[in-house]
């Protein structure tokens, strides 16, 4: 997916919701802060974008016929979906989990929309940190992927994500795993991670040290 597909989701998110500005969620709200020719590929490779209406948030009660208005229009095997070859699920705040705080540092994507002057259609998208925070959590192998493809090319560091993480968890009602093994879990794999890029930068260092040597002596 590239940062045009993901304006187009936001723009039909909008007008089908009739609202100004929609939530995105999930991997691909990294396009709201990164375009593609800056991300590794196995950040930007779902055909898939997970949206919460903007009213969720303000207006909860009103949430469960929006999401299923998204999924029916927008949704996997919709139209939508057949015509330009990704989909729009609408995924409720509960089932995420996030750092707290996460609302106030939403990225703010502005899509062109000429045809309407009623709604600017903008996606909030999470913060890079906030959404590695959310993988890393969550800890599907998918997940680790992701992360790990984004700290390793330095858009993120393992250190950002624990800090965020220490800031404290807004664990969502439907969380029901023991929520201290899952925040020591992320805390190893992002040790693990961390310690794997050091090693790596060292070794592509060493590498460097050793053309320079072996040019210096032709």
């Known amino acids: ?42 950040t930007f490779l779902s055909r898939e974008v997970d949206i919460l209406p903007l009213s969720g948030i303000t207006d909860p009660p009103s949430v469960e016929d929006k999401l299923l ?8 095997d919709s139209p939508f979906h057949t015509a330009f070859g990704f989909y729009v699920e609408g995924i409720h705040k509960d089932v995420v989990v996030l750092p707290k705080n996460w609302d106030n540092r939403l990225v703010h994507f502005v899509v062109d929309d000429d045809a309407s002057t009623r709604y600017g259609r903008t996606g909030l998208c999470l913060d890079p940190v906030d959404l590695c925070v959310s993988k890393t959590i ?7 992927e992701f992360v790990a493809a984004l700290v390793t090319e330095q858009l993120v ?61 032709r």
């Not at 609202?19 to 991300?39: H, K, Y």
């Not at 969550?138 to 680790?144: I, L, Q, T």
């Open 138 to 144: 969550a800890g599907r192998e998918k997940d680790y």
């Open 1 to 42: 997916m590239n940062r045009e597909e993901l304006g187009r989701a936001i723009k039909a998110a909008c007008a089908n919701l009739d609202e100004p500005r929609v939530i995105v969620l999930g991997s691909q709200s990294i396009l709201g802060s990164f375009d593609t020719d800056e991300l590794p590929p196995a």
């Open 69 to 76: 208005l998204l999924d029916a229009r927008l949704g996997e």
């Open 157 to 217: 560091t393992a250190t950002a994500i624990q800090d965020r993480i220490a800031s404290g968890i807004d664990w969502p009602p439907t969380y029901t795993e023991d929520q201290e093994r899952s925040l020591a879990r992320a805390q190893s794999w992002l040790d693990h991670l961390s310690s794997r890029v050091v090693a790596r930068g060292l070794s592509r260092h060493q590498r460097s040290l050793d053309l320079r040597v072996g040019h210096r002596f």
